[in-house]
Every structure is written in C-alpha cells, then in structure tokens.
C-alpha cells in the first residue's frame, strides 16, 4: 500500500515563528501536493511539486514556501506563522501519468498562537 | 478552470436508509472524477473513482456513484447506510495541467448517520 506519513499530527506554535512540516511518500510519486483544509471551505491546493526542485503555486499559496530537494520528501514551510494559519494541512502524492487519484497522510492540524 | 459543488454540507439520515451525496463539476470535457471519505482525525481515503468505461461505479463497503456526462454529475449513493457511514465526503474533479494532473475538491458533505 501507498504511504504518505506526515511528520506531526499536532502542532502548536507562536505567532511570528517559522514553522516547517514535512511529509515523506514511499511510492515512488513524481507528484506531491500540499492543502489546507477548513471547515466549510473543503480542500485549497497551497503548493505542489512535479519532480524534484520544481515547485508550482496553488490557489492560496500567501504565507507559505514549499522545498523538495529528494523526490520523497515535500516540505510546507510558514515563514512567519499568523493565527490565520491555524486549520488542518494535509500532504498527498500521485503519479504524474495515468490513475492520478491522490493519497493522503493523515494530516497535522496546526495552532498558531 | 475546473469547481466543483457539493450543495448539501450536512446530510442527516437514519441508519438503513438510503442516501445521496449530490456532485456536480464545472464542465464536460473529459475529466477524471472521485469520491473520497474523511473520518474523524483522520486523512482522507478514496472511496471510489472514474476513469472511463462504465459509468457506474462501485466501491467495496457498498457506495456508488454515476457519471451523468450531460448533467456534469457525479453523485453518490448507498442503498442502506451504517452508523460506520457516519463520515465527510468529499468530490473531486481531476485538470490538467500541462503534463500532469491536479485535484479540484468540493467542500464537503458530512453525514451524519444515527440510529
């Protein structure tokens, strides 16, 4: 079975703080993917990446940066943490080709306070 | 670009009766589409999917969704629900972009099963 694990489950940091999560995919994925997700609002797509080093912005992608330096790992970064930054982060990956249903880590849910 | 709406954000029913989750997307050209199921506290699974060929597709605990190409629907029912059902539900639509793919969600429908 796919895997994507998400490095934390629960965050609780301070405003102004730089905050990093990170997510690992042992499939092999060439893409990776980071939303967030609010109630009422569904899934937003922040970042996604395609390959190693190569990034693409999302739909909301204000506040964070993304780094992929190994084809497994993909890092969500909040550079200055706000508490409008608080709500559920979910990390996923696909095949870049074909069946491209995505799978999902559990999810960090993050407070900034 | 691709949306997709999910009009019922909370959909209530008692536990063996059946339900539908209503799905419809933005626009016709072909399209990759999926339901996938959060439980509480937890990541989301794909429950089913569309890729193309028949249009009813089924998943494995008993839910099924029909592509209405001419009514851009994708909705999904179950016959007979279980307390177990009791869950968010979200639609997704794929698009392209360039060489690959990405996922448009819906917001979200939560079903609340009781008995």
């Known amino acids: 079975d796919v895997k994507v694990t998400q490095s934390s489950r629960y965050l609780v940091k301070r405003t102004g703080e730089k905050v990093f999560l990170e997510c690992v995919q042992d499939?092999?994925?060439?893409?990776m993917f980071w939303y967030r997700q609010d109630p009422g609002l569904g899934l937003r797509l922040i970042y996604f990446s395609y390959d190693v080093k190569m990034k693409e912005k999302g739909d909301i992608p204000e506040g964070y940066s993304v780094s992929r330096e190994k084809k497994e790992r993909f890092s969500l970064i909040l550079e200055s943490a706000s508490t409008n930054q608080t709500s559920m982060y979910l990390c996923a990956s696909s095949l870049v080709q074909g069946r491209t249903e995505a799978f999902f880590g559990q999810g960090t849910r993050l407070t900034v306070v | 670009a691709q949306s997709v709406t999910q009009l019922d954000s909370q959909v209530p029913v008692f536990e063996e009766a059946p339900v539908e989750l209503r799905c419809n997307y933005s626009s016709s050209v072909s399209v990759y589409l999926f339901w996938y199921v959060q439980y509480p506290n937890q990541g989301l699974q794909l429950l089913l999917k569309?890729?193309?060929?028949?249009?009813l597709v089924e998943s494995i605990n008993g839910f099924e969704a029909e592509f209405n190409k001419s009514q851009t629907s994708f909705h999904l029912r179950k016959p007979s629900v279980h307390i177990s059902d009791t869950a968010e539900y979200f639609c997704a639509v794929s698009e392209a972009l360039g060489g690959f793919q990405k996922l448009v969600f819906g917001t979200g429908t939560r079903l609340l099963v009781s008995p």
């Open positions: 569309y890729l193309s060929g028949s249009t």
């Open positions: 499939m092999d994925h060439e893409n």
